[in-house]
T-cell receptor, first 114, second 112 residues
Framework: EPEVTQTPSHQVTQMGQEVILRCVPI?????FYWYRQILGQKVEFLVS????????KSEIFDDQFSVERPDGSNFTLKIRSTKLEDSAMYFC????????????FGPGTRLTVL | KQEVTQIPAALSVPEGENLVLNCSFT??????LQWFRQDPGKGLTSLLL?????REQTSGRLNASLDKSSGRSTLYIAASQPGDSATYLC???????????FGQGTTLQVKP
């Protein structure tokens, strides 16, 4: 069964460093999302991406964040200068259609900023 | 702005009980609602997707209902088992881009 994959599973970085979180969505999916979950808190929407551009971003998704689909398979989230409060689990999701279709989630990347 | 509330926050039951988890949302303009399971420190496993036009959706021992106009969904788990112990999240799909808005979850413990 097709699945969303994410790498790495755990990333440890120093404050101020850049990190890139990688996702491989399901191959025929067209809409992509990043969510994050700070320990003990709700899962929060970060950004949605369609047709090679951001379609919506949340207040969390400031200038330190960027997303890219560099080729036909990968979908990346970059944090330019990490802060302690960026420590969280980051989930990638994809769906075939934007409205009404199931979103499939990857296993997540746990980001720890020291 | 869509707000999602799940009640109760935590639930502990003996094995075999039937139970109901509640989810309420403030904006009825949703496309669908997904229920997820999350084990500690792990990812999100999709359990059920219920479309806005549907009233119920079933998968095995799980049954989800949706009353869109009143902003409520319930997840019914029949004959609970210790393996059902996890956090259950509801997430309506909203907006022009189909983002999911998550509740805080209900943490379920089923005791043998």
């Amino acid at each position: 069964e097709p699945e969303v994959t994410q790498t790495p599973s755990h990333q440890v970085t120093q404050m101020g460093q850049e990190v890139i979180l990688r996702c491989v969505p399901i191959s025929n999916h067209l809409y992509f999302y990043w969510y994050r979950q700070i320990l003990g808190q709700k899962v929060e929407f970060l950004v949605s991406f369609y047709n090679n551009e951001i379609s919506e971003k949340s207040e969390i998704f400031d200038d330190q964040f960027s997303v890219e689909r560099p080729d036909g398979s990968n979908f990346t989230l970059k944090i330019r200068s990490t802060k302690l409060e960026d420590s969280a689990m980051y989930f990638c999701a994809s769906t075939t259609g934007r409205l009404g279709n199931e979103q499939f989630f990857g296993p997540g990347t746990r980001l720890t900023v020291l | 702005k869509q707000e999602v509330t799940q009640i109760p926050a935590a639930l502990s039951v003996p094995e075999g009980e039937n139970l109901v988890l509640n989810c309420s949302f403030t904006d009825s303009a949703i496309y669908n609602l997904q229920w997820f399971r999350q084990d500690p420190g792990k990812g999100l496993t999709s359990l059920l997707l219920i479309q806005s036009s549907q009233r119920e959706q079933t998968s095995g021992r799980l049954n989800a209902s949706l009353d869109k106009s009143s902003g409520r969904s319930t997840l019914y788990i029949a004959a609970s088992q210790p393996g059902d112990s996890a956090t259950y999240l509801c997430a309506p799909c909203v907006g022009n881009t189909g983002k999911l808005i998550f509740g805080q979850g209900t943490t379920l413990q089923v005791k043998p």
